[in-house]
């Protein structure tokens, strides 16, 4: 990770994270349509796989979730380190981030000290 993130960006990137599995799962729902008006129409199950992108959506969709996830957790390691530079005690932290105090001195070990 990179620790030079400054708080302001890593919550524009947990915006932008979200918009985009915000976006995947409206294109989701559009998929589910499909398929059921295609069902409703008498399209069979193999026909129905053979014209719908379940796989590659399933792909894109698990990618925005991990780039989602990864991005939250960035967001609480800017937290906790400028929480700890605030002077707020490790455990208030963990408390806040429902986390445990032993992960947050974790994340802050991890974190090169700032110039």
């Known amino acids: 990770m990179s620790d030079a993130i400054t708080l302001a960006e890593a919550i524009a990137a947990l915006g932008e994270a979200n918009a985009a599995l915000t976006e995947r799962l409206a294109e989701s729902r559009a998929l589910m349509d499909r398929a059921e008006e295609m069902f409703a129409a008498g399209t069979s199950v193999p ?8 796989r590659a959506h399933e792909e894109a969709t698990d ?3 991990r780039a989602l996830l990864t991005t939250r957790s960035r967001l609480k390691r800017v937290l906790a380190r400028d929480a700890v530079d605030a002077g707020m005690p490790i455990e208030e932290i963990a408390s806040v981030l429902e ?5 947050i001195a974790t994340y802050l070990a991890e974190q090169t000290p700032r110039s």
């Open 47 to 54: 026909e129905a796989l053979g014209q719908l992108p379940v």
């Open 99 to 103: 986390a445990r105090p032993d992960l």
């Open 63 to 65: 990618g925005a979730i």
